[in-house]
């Protein structure tokens, strides 16, 4: 998904300059006060964030049993995250899908659960 389709569906979303240079500021300060801020000027802040880009998973299907009808629903997720240019996480994310929804659950509590890994 492009960052064009992003701000489609979360608007608030910032161009990647003003959110790099807000990022970067908040990584100094904390390696700051960590006592961790190498020298080597400008490297260090900017290559923590420059690697990671938004992610989406859409249309991940599920099916589970309610526990209190003990009637099946079913459905299909949509999942963001943040991780490394390059890496492919489709599979572990419909295993974290399919792992919550194989028991007897609510559909608020499969949410929380998912978001929460």
Known sequence: MTNGSVKEWYPSVKSSSEQDTEMVSAVVSI?????ELRSVKGRTPNRKFKEKKLHCELNLPFWSMCEHHLLPFYGVVHIGYYCAEGYNHKSLMKSIVHFYGFKLQVQ?????QIAEK
């Open 31 to 35: 390696l700051k006060s960590l006592g």
């Open 108 to 112: 608020e509590r499969m949410t929380r």
